[in-house]
């Protein structure tokens, strides 16, 4: 009897835990399944069950639906060599080299990642739209008659490549400046040139980490919505995720149709993912220790300042000309600007429109909602992830390698089609959660799941169990054991995961897409909204603004790591 | 306390870690658990700790049983009073020293005056006194096990259990804490369960030895006894004996204790019952039983061959012999006993017949 009473108290957490997984990730995931093979979607009082049929897979018979996939690949497939260039380039340069300027390298190399990819799209069409962009004027101001025009496939694959290229070199800096010299001392004893050893030990040490990371940019891309939206629509692009949104805001909108291609993005998405992970996993065999040690650098000789002035064109690139841009546009007073000698007359610019903006009642309300929403979805994010690393990692509990391929799943579904999910979902359930910015938390729970479940389960791995059971031994109930040892030991690490997630939160556009009401929008969408109706100015304004909020986020967690690194000590 | 473990098993899945072992402590007993690694040693403590659940048995901790498979009793391990010594040491380093120590009876919720009372005394017992404020990730290896130590022995256990608390210390300090250790645990007449892979460890803070195998134990005595007579070659392998080689009864027409190496024509002679050997005997002979001499010895167990290795080691030299027609054999020589011998002299190695032990190569366990 009594063991029985404990199997049910020791099975209580795990499955606490999977029906919430259940509600944010799996019956999502099961309404777009179902709206594929249904002829209606999902509304209140009825989940749309009849009709079941392939019928709305016929869509991928028409020119619009290949015309998307075909793009997709595409598009990913181009932006993610080219981010991988990028990235890779500039990681080596500051991890390996003498270029000068090494900390601005490494600025150069993580900066756009504050730069959500919404803002930048923005801003580049500021800068290079062919009638009115910056660039453009300032080209024929100085005489030259050539055109830019960012609304293009080359110009699509440039923005995104730009603002994913800091995923590669982020991972491909950290493999290059973890490798343990000894490896390739022993390169060199046995005879190696450098060159040889870079290109025989060297690189071969840090490929899985640019494979992994070459991968992750694929299916980043693949999934992006803002870039596609901004940047592909006026060039008549369509890519998965555009033709979605497209489809469900047709009128009237076709939700089935949407459902179906939801899942062939996600279905190729899957494969991508199950490859990275394999990438991923392979990695921890291969190379590196952290023992801090400094690899050697490899003297560039005359490519030193040609090197520097690479770092600082992608620099200029990614971060100075789009704030640029997005600063001139929120301060000009006439909304048209035929030529870059009407910004340098009196009265041009002001701050006018950008304090009106500060003090409106939209931006105000979007700013209130933003904070709140990513503050509460960071911190329940970082407490149902530790209640998910904990059973995972600390518990026997029967289950817990569902749990976490429930946690980690999201990887896989890209946030816009979460985002439709979760619209079905609440739509059906006969909650008041539609319409408020509960739904909204609910889809950034789902959405960064993985990135927050990692981050603890990290910290989690770092506490070595003997400590926790040791308060136990000594007297400790098991949660005071938690409270007293586990969590102050694992701090530095569930603030960090806090703060990830307060910053991705913060950036998401996509997920929110289909979730928001008028009462209930965000700074990301704000930006989207005036986009959309045309008032560039207001868009850039906000998005201005938006990157302030996000730069203090990062801030914020660049002091918290520094803290770490002394506590180390 | 006396600790009582009665058909005790514990599965990872499908792996079986104990299998339905027994074995009692008496109260103020020290007893080590010696045994391979992977052979359950840590699975053992855990289970009496209370951070593992056995699949089936009972555990009696004094008068309470504190796990009963059938009859579905678990007692919560914070209420077990069992002192745990991880090999990790496992103090916490977000406390100071002060605060490690004082935890348990912060648990209990004694007095203020009695908790600093009782943590001082604890740490003039393992000479840490003046280190009371000290942070915890400041101590050296050494420091960290008397803390360790202490916390568990503030608490008063009823039974302490140390996982191989010296391992991760140098030779020097290992072997001035292995006293330290042995002279607490008499003085406070604890009861005391001690794992280690290392066997000397094992010699010198053993009331009795257990010797565990896949999850059970396979010979349990006091010391002497089981350095003297281990039950099988396996056993005697772990016990230093490194001279062990698989034979067959010499046959027919030649003396009963009689025995050839397999695939050798040495023969050995033993004096030593060779009852129980069953099928796979093995020779096993103590490098320290073997003489290195320059002519024949007198008597059997005489043998030629060469010097191959010659090791320098201190207080004693080890030398390794490929005999002639036979085996290599591993010799251990008293520094002052003999001159040094150079690598290729030829000489007799010989060994008592009753140092000469014939065992199964495994005991059923
Ligand atoms: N958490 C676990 N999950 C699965 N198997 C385990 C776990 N802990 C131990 N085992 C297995 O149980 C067996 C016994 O392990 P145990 O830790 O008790 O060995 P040990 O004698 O303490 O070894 P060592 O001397 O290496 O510490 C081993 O085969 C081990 O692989
Ligand atoms: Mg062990």
Request: hydrophobic content about 50%; glycine content about 8%; charged content about 15%.
């Amino acid at each position: 009897m009594s063991t029985l009473l404990i199997r049910i108290r020791r099975g209580l957490p795990t499955s606490v835990l999977l029906l919430i997984l259940g509600v944010l990730v799996i019956v999502p995931m099961l309404f777009i399944a179902l709206a594929a093979f249904s002829s209606e979607t999902p509304r209140p009082g009825s989940i749309g069950l009849s009709g079941l049929s392939l019928d709305n897979f016929a869509i991928f018979g028409s020119s619009q639906a290949l015309g998307a996939v075909g793009n997709s690949l595409l598009v990913a497939g181009s932006a993610s060599v080219l981010a991988l260039a990028i990235g890779c380039g500039l990681a080596f340069l500051a991890a390996r080299t003498d270029t000068p300027g090494r900390r601005f390298l490494y600025f150069a190399g993580i900066a756009p990642m504050f730069l959500p990819s919404l803002v930048g799209a923005l801003a580049w069409s500021l800068l290079g739209s062919p009638a009115t962009g910056f660039l453009n004027l300032l080209l024929h101001s100085v005489g030259l008659n050539i055109t830019v025009n960012i609304y293009s496939m080359p110009g699509l694959i440039m923005v995104l490549a730009l603002y994913y290229a800091p995923y590669a070199f982020l991972l491909v800096h950290g493999a290059l400046s973890l490798m343990n010299p000894d490896l390739e001392e022993a390169a060199f004893v046995h005879g190696g040139t450098r060159r040889r050893t870079l290109r025989r030990v060297t690189f071969p040490l840090a490929l899985p980490a640019v494979l992994g990371s070459g991968i992750l940019i694929f299916a980043l891309t693949m999934e992006n919505f803002p870039v596609a939206q901004v940047i592909g629509n006026p060039a008549q692009i369509d890519t998965l995720p555009s033709f979605i949104y497209r489809l469900m805001n047709a009128s009237p909108s076709r939700g089935n149709e949407a459902a179906a291609v939801a899942i062939v993005l996600t279905g190729v998405l899957l494969i991508v993912t199950a490859i990275q992970q394999r990438a991923v996993l392979r990695r921890k065999f291969t190379t590196v220790t952290g023992k801090g040690v400094k690899p050697k650098k490899v003297p560039l000789g005359r490519w030193r300042l040609p090197a520097f002035a690479a770092a600082v064109l992608y620099f200029v690139l990614a971060v100075v000309l789009p704030l640029g841009a997005l600063l001139i546009a929120s301060l000009q007073n006439s909304p048209y600007v035929a030529s870059l000698g009407q910004l340098t007359e009196p009265g041009a610019l002001s701050f006018y429109a950008l304090g009106e903006l500060i003090t409106s009642d939209d931006f105000l309300q979007a700013a209130r909602n933003s904070v709140l929403t990513a503050v509460l979805a960071g911190l329940i994010g970082t407490a149902l992830s530790f209640g998910l690393a904990y059973t995972v990692y600390r518990t026997g509990a029967a289950g817990r390698r569902v749990l976490e391929f429930a946690a980690m799943a999201p990887l896989a579904v890209p946030a816009i089609v979460l985002g439709l999910g979760l619209l079905w979902t609440w739509l059906v359930v006969p909650l008041p959660v539609y319409g408020t910015v509960v739904v909204l938390i609910v889809a950034f729970l789902a959405v960064f799941l993985p990135q927050s479940y990692r981050g603890v389960s990290a910290s989690i791995l770092q506490v070595d169990r003997d400590l926790e059971d040791s308060a136990v031994l000594l007297g400790a109930h098991r949660t005071k054991a938690v409270t007293k040892v586990t969590l102050p030991l694992m701090r530095v690490g569930m603030v960090s995961t806090l703060l990830l997630l307060l910053m991705l939160c913060m950036r998401e556009l996509s997920a929110a897409l289909f979730l928001f009401t008028s009462d209930t929008r965000l700074l990301s969408i704000l930006i989207f909204d005036n986009y959309d109706n045309g008032a560039m100015q207001g868009a850039a304004s906000v998005s201005l603004l938006y990157c302030g909020v996000i730069g203090v986020i990062a801030l914020l967690a660049k002091s918290l790591g520094a803290r770490t690194v002394d506590g180390a000590r | 306390m006396k600790v009582q473990l009665e058909n005790i098993t514990l599965a990872y899945g499908e792996a079986t870690a104990i299998d339905r072992l027994s074995v009692t402590v008496e109260d103020g007993e020290s007893l080590v658990l010696l045994g391979k690694s992977g052979c359950g040693k840590t699975s053992t403590m855990r289970c009496v700790a209370g951070l593992e659940t056995p699949t089936g048995g009972r555990i009696t901790i004094g008068d309470t049983v504190v796990f009963d498979g059938e009859r579905g009793v678990r007692v919560a391990p914070n209420k077990r009073n069992v002192g745990m010594v991880f090999q990790s040491y496992a103090v916490w380093p977000h406390r100071t020293i002060f605060q490690n120590v004082a935890f348990p009876l912060q648990q209990q919720r004694l007095p203020k005056a009695e908790i600093r009372e009782r943590v001082a005394d604890v740490l003039a017992l393992v000479g840490l006194t003046e280190y009371a404020e000290r942070g915890a990730s400041l101590l050296s290896g050494g420091q960290m096990q008397r803390v360790a130590l202490a916390r568990s022995l503030v608490m008063r256990p009823s039974v302490l259990l140390l996982d191989e608390p010296l391992s991760n210390l140098d030779a020097r300090l290992r072997d001035r804490l292995r006293v330290e250790l042995r002279e607490i645990q008499q003085r406070l007449g604890l009861t005391c369960v001690y794992v280690t892979h290392d066997q000397s460890e094992a010699l010198a803070l053993a009331d009795r030895i257990a010797l565990m195998q896949g999850g059970r134990i396979v010979q349990i005595d006091r010391p002497e006894k089981i350095y003297d007579a281990p039950s099988s070659a396996a056993i005697a392998d772990f016990l230093g004996v490194s001279n062990i080689f698989p034979c067959a009864p010499a046959g027919p027409g030649s003396a009963p204790a009689t025995y050839r190496l397999t695939g050798h024509a040495t023969e050995v002679t033993s004096d030593t019952p060779a009852a129980g050997t069953g099928k796979d005997p093995r020779v096993c002979i103590r490098p320290e039983d073997i003489r290195l001499t320059g002519e024949p010895a007198t008597g059997a167990n005489s043998w030629p061959g060469r010097v191959d290795v010659v090791s320098f080691q201190g207080s004693y030299v080890r030398y390794r012999v490929s005999l002639k027609d036979g085996p290599e054999l591993d010799a251990v020589v008293p520094r002052r006993a003999t001159r040094m011998l150079d690598v290729g002299t030829p000489v007799w190695a010989s060994a008592d017949p009753d140092a000469v032990q014939i065992l199964p190569a495994e005991v059923p366990a």
